[in-house]
């Protein structure tokens, strides 16, 4: 990674433009050199300030408290979310021949909701979890540890277990695992 490239991380880190894996990756860089980390420590300082650089705006009478219902309105909607299925977005998943939609990310417990398809035949490669991991068969089949899992089958793997499942072409399963899972 060149300077020009670093510098830019930088930037976008002290203004929280970027994921926040992408932002640890990027502390955990700057803890590594005290010059990275003195000029994250700048540019988080510079973008603190500059919302008071302006002069303060006069704001139309209720706008305040309009803002603050549809914040409100915001929150209360997250209560409840439902997808239909025309409206899942299918996209490559990180291991070839498959896809997903996801359904979920919760960044607080680390845990994403997901749905995946095969579209070939995959050998998933062996990945550790990180906590519990459950999937429920919903179409063809998935082999893991030797057992063939069809449509309406349930599989529970406990944090800290290793397994490499193979994926049939046409299965779909949902499932619900960490973030931090590692491959092997």
């Given at each position: 990674?060149?300077?020009?490239?670093?510098?830019n991380?930088?930037a976008?880190?002290?203004?929280?433009?970027?994921?926040?894996d992408?932002?640890?990756?990027v502390?955990?860089?700057?803890?590594?050199?005290?010059?990275?980390?003195?000029?994250?420590?700048s540019?988080?300082?510079t973008?603190?300030t500059?919302?008071y650089t302006?002069?303060?705006?006069?704001?139309?009478a209720?706008l305040?408290?309009?803002?603050?219902?549809?914040i409100?309105?915001?929150t209360?909607a997250?209560?409840f979310v439902?997808?239909?299925?025309?409206?899942?977005?299918w996209k490559?998943h990180p291991?070839?021949?498959?896809?997903?939609a996801v359904?979920?990310?919760?960044?607080?417990?680390?845990?994403?909701?997901?749905?995946?398809?095969?579209?070939?035949?995959?050998?998933?490669?062996?990945?550790?979890?990180?906590?519990?991991?459950?999937?429920?068969m919903?179409?063809?089949?998935?082999?893991?540890?030797?057992?063939?899992?069809k449509?309406?089958?349930?599989l529970?793997s406990?944090?800290?277990s290793?397994?490499t499942?193979?994926?049939?072409?046409g299965?779909m399963?949902f499932v619900?695992?960490s973030?931090?899972?590692?491959f092997l």
């Open positions: 990674m060149n300077q020009e490239e670093i510098n991380l930088l976008l880190t002290a203004i929280d433009a970027i994921t926040p992408e932002i640890q990756s502390e955990e860089l700057a803890s590594s050199s005290p010059e990275i980390e003195k000029e994250l420590r540019l988080r300082d973008a603190a500059l919302a302006e002069p303060s705006l006069d704001v139309p209720g305040k408290q309009r803002l603050f219902k549809r409100q309105q915001e209360e997250r209560d439902a997808l239909r299925s025309g409206e899942l977005q490559p291991v070839k021949g498959l896809m997903m359904l979920k990310v919760d960044r607080e417990n680390r845990e994403i909701s997901a749905l995946i398809r095969a579209e070939v035949t995959v050998d998933y490669p062996s990945h550790r979890h990180a906590t519990g991991e459950e999937i429920f919903l179409e063809g089949e998935l082999i893991d540890r030797g057992v063939t899992y449509a309406g089958d349930y529970y406990k944090a800290g290793v397994h499942p193979v994926a049939i072409a299965c399963f619900k695992t973030l931090d899972d590692n």
